[in-house]
């Protein structure tokens, strides 16, 4: 019943999801945040506040932390397991831009499918041969239990709309990177490959269920993040 009623609701739904994800927090905006926290492969939590960060070719290498009390801490990536990143009042408002999508959705509020509390970055090898780590802003926390999508620092993007420094429309990614839940292992998802691919590649755990209510005519691009809601609530309890 779950699975009839969400999709008769998508189908009859006449609103794109439109790319809603959550927006990319900037590394000023994350060294702004006054509350952050670092839990380490090891699953030690340590609280404070960002004091710089490191960026490699527009990746996250390192961040360096000054905890409640007062010690110092530096992290490289393959150190840490979560960063969790308590973002500003101007981050908020952009993030809720997003919410009449997804709200449209199924009737659902933005804050009961999305995590807004805290921006997260986790810990992922990079694409390659090479196992290189880096710390990846997830984008669909909320909805990331079979699929995490994660921002791709060499994305282009489509056009877009600011206002005041806030971005209000357009803005698509041409690229995300993307990792199976349980898989630290990324893999690169691009728009001229997406049709060809992403059902095979990302959506690929239960396609009985899934493919039939997407066929190739209508699995376009700019519904990604509807995909991966969509697969996420139909495939999320499947062995």
């Known amino acids: 019943m779950r699975t009839f009623t969400l999709i008769y609701l ?8 439109g790319q809603s994800f959550v927006p990319v927090l900037s590394v000023d905006g994350m060294t702004a945040s006054k509350e952050v926290y670092v839990i380490k492969n090891d699953g030690t939590k340590i609280e404070g506040k960002i ?7 527009d990746i996250l290498k390192s961040v360096n932390i000054k905890s409640k009390d007062g010690v110092k801490y530096k992290f490289k990536a393959v150190d840490i397991k ?18 009449g999508s ?18 997260y970055y986790e810990q992922a090898i990079l694409p390659g041969k090479k196992n290189k780590f880096a710390l990846m802003q997830l984008l669909n926390p909320g909805f990331d239990h079979v699929v995490k999508v994660y921002k791709d620092p060499n ?3 489509t056009g877009s709309l600011s206002i005041s420094g806030v971005k209000v429309t357009g803005g698509i990614d041409k690229s995300y990177l993307v990792c199976d839940t349980g898989s ?3 893999v690169l998802l691009q728009k001229k490959k997406y049709k ?18 997407y066929g190739d005519d209508n699995f376009n691009w700019r519904d990604f993040a509807e995909h991966v809601y969509v697969y996420d609530q139909l495939c999320s309890e499947q062995d």
């Open 10 to 17: 998508l189908l009859l739904s006449s609103i794109c999801f």
């Open 51 to 57: 004091s710089s960060a490191t960026l490699v070719n």
């Open 82 to 99: 979560i960063l969790a990143v308590k973002p500003t009042d101007v981050f908020q408002f952009e993030q809720s831009m997003t919410a």
């Open 102 to 119: 997804i709200q449209e959705l199924i009737g659902r509020e933005f804050d009961q499918v999305v995590d807004q509390e805290y921006v």
């Open 155 to 157: 994305a282009n993007e």
């Open 184 to 186: 630290n292992r990324a």
């Open 196 to 213: 060809k691919e992403a059902q095979s590649v990302i959506f690929s755990k239960c396609p009985d269920i899934f493919n039939k209510y």
